[in-house]
């Protein structure tokens, strides 16, 4: 079985694969988190690699019948443990409180947990940013050409989603929408970015309760099971069954014959435990790195976008780069491309392309978008307001 076929059953390869509208850590989410979670379910659930699931002792006057019939009852009916030197409880409510009821449901939720993640960055930003991104790969000729298409259709972009209309309360919402983005709007300048940290807010809350939701299914405080991993290996402590995962349980079950009730009780070994301890013991670890590095993406994602000066010193860095930053005009309309026409969206578009490309093509990008800029008819008549007063 390949995992092209096993990961056609819920996405396209296509979109799993990865795209270019993200940064590595949203592809840390959606992507690497996603297949760790897929090639468990596949381990946990093929025969091939746990054998059967669960092995029963049972009587030595049962039936290979009867044994097959205990082993599928105590699998679906659910086993208690009970410490080798803990004597064998005799009330049905204290065996409920031992009982473990989740390994039937590992491989469901493993899938569950991969389905939760696999998703994209939810903006389509893969044609500008892909082509982008593959003039690495071509020749200069393509690569020149392919740069003036990107800048013409990040132009269009940027025309097609300016505000035209005018307005007191249109003003307001795009001066706030400038500093803040409780107001969010295609025509604002500030849509992409808000979607963006939307979906990285998500990114991190969903890895942080999944913690909370594994806590809640295994129901044996699974939040602290990395810290005691870490404090026995601290300790140099030996490797010993663990209480969440036992390999060794009990089950009760009871047989009808006419008009005979027989109840047995049974000892039963779980080998599916021992991949299972150690698969929940990675995914805790696994989840506890995808958290921090989310929260400190989101962190830092929401400190360059949302202040007003990192976005106009990213873009003088470049404009200084291409010795576009020299004259005072040049100064006051660098201000002007950022906040009036690229805006937030656009600076945006660029850093994504930063991520996923070079710094270089940045720089070829802006240069190109500064030229487009400053010929267009606004910018001539500022340009010629300025000279004229120089003048007198």
Same mark, same amino acid.
């Given at each position: ?19 270019? +509208? ?77 009982? &473990? ?40 000729? +393509? ?8 800048? #013409? ?10 505000? $035209? ?48 939701? =594994? ?48 109840? $047995? ?33 989101? =962190? ?46 656009? &600076? ?25 800029? #400053? ?11 300025? +000279? ?5």
């Amino acid at each position: 079985m390949t995992l092209d076929s096993v990961l056609g059953s819920f996405a396209t390869y296509a979109r799993l694969k990865g795209r270019y +509208d993200d940064d590595w850590i949203d592809r840390l989410n959606h992507l690497y988190t996603t297949i760790v979670f897929i090639i468990f379910t596949i381990v946990v659930s093929t025969k091939q690699y746990v054998g059967e699931p669960i092995h029963c002792w049972c009587p030595a006057e049962f039936s290979d019948a009867m044994v097959d019939y205990t082993n599928n009852v105590c699998w679906v009916s659910n086993t208690y443990f009970v410490h080798f030197h803990e004597d064998i409880p005799r009330l049905d409510a204290m065996k409920e409180d031992r009982e &473990i009821g989740y390994y039937q449901w590992v491989p469901m939720i493993l899938l569950f947990q991969a389905l939760l993640l696999c998703s994209s960055a939810g903006v389509n930003l893969d044609k500008i940013v892909t082509l982008a991104a593959e003039t690495q790969y071509i020749s200069p000729d +393509d690569r020149e050409r392919t740069i003036r298409h990107v800048v #013409r259709y990040m132009d269009r972009w940027l025309e097609n989603s300016r505000e $035209y209309r005018s307005g007191c309360l249109i003003r307001l919402r795009q001066t706030v929408s400038k500093y803040c983005c409780i107001v969010c709007g295609k025509r604002y300048g500030n849509y992409l970015v808000t979607i963006y940290m939307l979906i990285k807010l998500l990114y991190m809350s969903n890895a942080i309760g999944q913690l909370f939701i =594994l806590n809640e299914f295994l129901g044996t405080n699974y939040n602290v099971y990395g810290f005691e991993v870490m404090g026995q290996l601290s300790r140099g402590e030996a490797w010993e069954e663990s209480p969440r995962f036992p390999r060794v349980t009990m089950c009760d079950f009871v047989i009808r014959q006419l008009r005979n009730v027989q109840n $047995y009780s049974v000892q039963c070994v779980l080998p599916i435990n021992l991949f299972n301890e150690k698969i929940f013991i990675f995914i805790w670890f696994w989840l506890v790195f995808v958290s921090v590095l989310s929260s400190a993406n989101f =962190l830092v994602w929401s400190y360059i976008m949302v202040f007003r000066q990192h976005r106009i010193r990213y873009l003088k860095k470049f404009l200084r780069v291409n010795d576009c930053y020299k004259t005072e005009l040049d100064k006051k309309m660098a201000v002007k491309f950022c906040e009036q026409y690229l805006r937030q969206d656009g &600076i945006f578009v660029l850093r994504l392309v930063g991520k996923n490309a070079n710094d270089v093509l940045v720089s070829e990008l802006i240069y190109q978008l500064w030229n487009h800029y #400053r010929n267009k008819p606004l910018f001539k008549h500022a340009n010629q307001i300025s +000279d004229d007063n120089s003048n007198v």
